[in-house]
């Protein structure tokens, strides 16, 4: 058994043997006091090589008497999940810090004191990170006492403090308005003339309240449509990856042809996303032409998943135990001729680009992550994959259809702009031989699984690799008809930590290409807190006040 | 150098082959695909005023009030995403996502629907039972199943509660609870 193996390696640290996770025997739930945690952690990293994923803080004063903290770490070569659950005293809300040995998990802790109120002790970067610049100290928006409509009034120059530039250098502030992503970023360059010797990153300025809704006001089977929604561009992987937690949570298991059908869509998501990003960096570096060609040849995905679905972009099809409905019944003759043809001219794309030295001096050598900073931070994706970290969730922790299709997870090892950007090029025909393989296999039968009450206070974890590396979801069911606590973790959250490290000793013009080189997704990022920071002062302008030129 | 020419030669093809291919709307019209999800259209003939759409709106855009006599249903279809639950949870097909894609108003109202059904109040207490669509629907249903008529089924015009209350005190239906 799986669970007994690991309780074997944790013994010393976990105060119980461990737990699965109740139906989903992948999910391992091991509990561990507050002050042996460090130990626990590394000896997760070390002994099991664990990889950190996020941390959870969940208010259960009401239910059960306390904080909970849980670490979620991935057992990749075990296919498995390591849930590390520390109760932590409402008399005494702290708990220590494990980012000294994992940098990648200081934005998880930080957002846990924002959030939670639980402080993490030894913390390198205490300052807030999630909430908006006039939050007062001591209101914490996720605990269950807080309102999800509640307003506390605005405190001025309460905004966290800039990191004290190092000694020499100047400041080039790009935002809180990103150039060229159109979203809003803060990013402070510290510069020596043009070369970048540090960074400091202040964001979350696009706050939705995402998670509060749902465990406040929302219904389990509203939430998909919410998730949907987290990301402008490949919102179908969180839907997919919320109804998987919820499914594992209440140990549902859905019909093969929902999970084909959920597999083919999320790959077409990521034919459109990589071909995205692919204008979107040669717009960074000012290569409008290829810009324009890669929208053009990514419009027909549109097109087609248009006529799948019912929309471009928001599909709408995924439902706890498998889709609503089912692709148009001559969806088989019109998929392929359009994979042709995307196949065909992203080929004859990249057969005229990597000869292009002008690209290629943009983006080889530049945005350096070394695979040792890459782990630290636990990028993931193509950031990952990028710098030879070889790791894929849909071969890792499979899901949907893909345990059962064959495809290879493109690994370079050039750690550079050009490296990140030739895993999303290689990935484009690894995409289109999925769907491929998916439409031959795609079994009949039923669509969607029959769904009974699910049960309180499960664990659900569920990973999807999206197009910009590994979208998780959390969800620890209630007794309502709502989750206790969901989290999301959308992959920039943890691939902008590592962009610092990539910024170091490159040059400013370097700086957008090596930030757009993640794929960053802001929105994604930033799903947490409550309220606009400008609540207090917002007002909407009449269209006639507009006309007479007032504002 | 001459790699560089090649690519860029390339690039050029690709450009002229692709030729122009921005659409001519908004100046053409444009139609989406079959089975798009476009404004959802509510039919005020059909509509029984159940409130499933209400509960199933992930958006919460879609309010049942009662009042005196009648049930006022109304969609504030400014904040709709389209998501179409409305239309697959409706018992009576009134909904349906329609090709409206152009939605853009100065005025939110041009956004909203609101219908007022008539409602059937509980004889003995005067809570509300239901619509009278639902009502009637209920019996055709009802009387499609059993081959009886609407007065041999009788309670129609009883809520819940009393419905369970008169179970409770009709001898014949009451039952006997013994280990």
């Known amino acids: 058994m799986l669970s007994e193996e690991i309780g074997q390696g944790m013994s010393d640290v976990s105060h119980e043997p461990p737990v699965t996770g109740h139906s989903d025997s992948r999910c391992i739930l091991s509990s561990v006091h507050p002050e042996d945690l460090p130990r626990a952690v590394r000896e997760a990293l070390d002994t099991l090589g664990a990889r950190y994923i996020v941390s959870v803080g969940t208010d259960r004063r009401e239910v059960a008497g306390f904080f909970e903290i849980s670490h979620i770490f991935g057992l990749d070569c075990r296919k498995a999940f390591l849930v590390l659950r520390s109760e932590i005293d409402p008399a005494e809300p702290v708990i220590p810090s494990i980012t000294p040995d994992i940098p990648g998990a200081a934005w998880a802790e930080r957002e846990i004191r924002d959030m939670i109120g639980v402080v993490p002790i030894g913390h390198p970067d205490p300052r807030r990170l999630v909430l908006p610049d006039d939050w007062p100290e001591g209101v914490y928006p996720l605990r269950k006492d807080f309102a999800f409509d509640e307003r506390p009034p605005s405190v001025p120059h309460s905004r966290p403090p800039l990191s004290v530039p190092p000694q020499g250098s100047s400041l080039l502030p790009i935002g809180p308005f990103f150039p060229t992503l159109e979203e809003p970023v803060f990013l402070n360059l510290f510069v020596q003339g043009e070369h970048i010797i540090g960074v400091d990153y202040r964001g979350f300025y696009n706050h939705r309240g995402v998670e509060k809704l749902a465990d406040a006001v929302l219904t389990y089977r509203q939430v998909p449509f919410l998730a949907e929604r987290i990301c402008g561009i490949c919102g179908f992987v969180h839907s997919a990856s919320y109804c998987q937690a919820i499914e594992a949570a209440a140990g549902i298991s859905i019909p093969p042809r929902a999970r084909y059908l959920r597999t083919i869509l999320l790959e077409l998501e990521r034919l459109h996303s990589h071909l995205l990003w692919i204008g979107l960096a040669c717009h960074f570096i000012g290569f409008d032409t290829l810009f324009m060609q890669a929208w053009r040849i990514r419009e027909p995905v549109m097109w087609l998943t248009e006529y799948l679905t019912g929309n471009r972009k928001t599909y709408g099809m995924n439902q706890i135990g498998g889709v609503t409905r089912d692709i148009p019944s001559d969806a088989l003759d019109r998929i392929p001729p359009v994979l042709d043809k995307i196949a065909y001219e992203t080929g004859r794309v990249v057969d005229a680009i990597v000869g292009d030295s002008s690209l290629r001096l943009r983006l080889q050598g530049t945005g350096i992550l070394t695979p040792d900073d890459a782990r630290a931070f636990c990028v993931i994706g193509p950031t990952a994959r990028g710098s030879g970290v070889d790791i894929d969730a849909r071969r890792d922790h499979p899901y949907a259809a893909y345990g059962e299709l064959e495809f290879e997870v493109c690994v370079e090892d050039g750690c550079d702009n050009w490296a990140r950007a030739m895993v999303r090029i290689r990935e484009l025909p690894e995409a289109i031989k999925i769907i491929r393989q998916a439409l031959a296999g795609l079994p009949d039968g039923p669509i969607m699984a029959e769904v009974h009450e699910i049960p309180s206070g499960r664990v659900g974890l569920a990973v999807v690799e999206a197009p910009r590396g590994e979208v998780v979801h959390y969800v620890l069911t209630g007794r309502g008809q709502r989750p206790e606590r969901w989290r999301v973790r959308a992959p920039s959250y943890n691939n902008l930590q590592g962009v610092p490290a990539m910024l170091r000793d490159m040059t400013i013009a370097d700086a957008p290409i090596t930030v757009g080189s993640i794929d960053p997704c802001f929105s994604c990022t930033e799903r947490v807190a409550v309220i606009d920071s400008r609540a207090g002062t917002m007002r909407i302008y009449r269209q006639s006040e507009l006309r007479a030129g007032k504002g | ?179």
């Open chain 2, 1 to 179: 150098m001459f790699k560089h020419f090649i690519s860029e030669l390339k690039e050029t093809l690709i450009c002229l082959e692709a030729g122009q291919v921005t659409l001519g709307y908004p100046f053409q019209p444009h139609a989406p695909e079959a089975g798009f999800r476009g404004l959802p259209v509510v039919d005020p003939l059909l509509c029984i005023g159940c409130g499933a759409c209400a509960s199933a709106c992930p958006a919460r855009l879609i309010d049942m009030t009662d009042d005196g006599d009648h049930r006022t249903v109304s969609f504030e279809l400014a904040r709709c995403t389209y998501c179409g639950s409305c239309r697959d949870v409706c018992p009576a097909e009134a909904v349906t996502m329609s090709m409206q894609f152009e939605t853009a108003t100065a005025s939110t109202q041009d956004l909203r629907i609101s219908m007022k059904l008539k409602l059937v109040r509980c004889v003995l207490c005067g809570d509300v039972v239901g619509t009278q669509r639902a009502t009637d629907r209920v019996v055709r249903d009802l009387v499609a199943a059993t081959g009886g008529t609407a007065e041999t089924i009788g309670w129609l015009d009883l809520c819940l509660a009393c419905k369970r209350k008169e179970a409770m005190a009709t001898p014949a239906l009451a039952i006997e609870v013994t280990r």
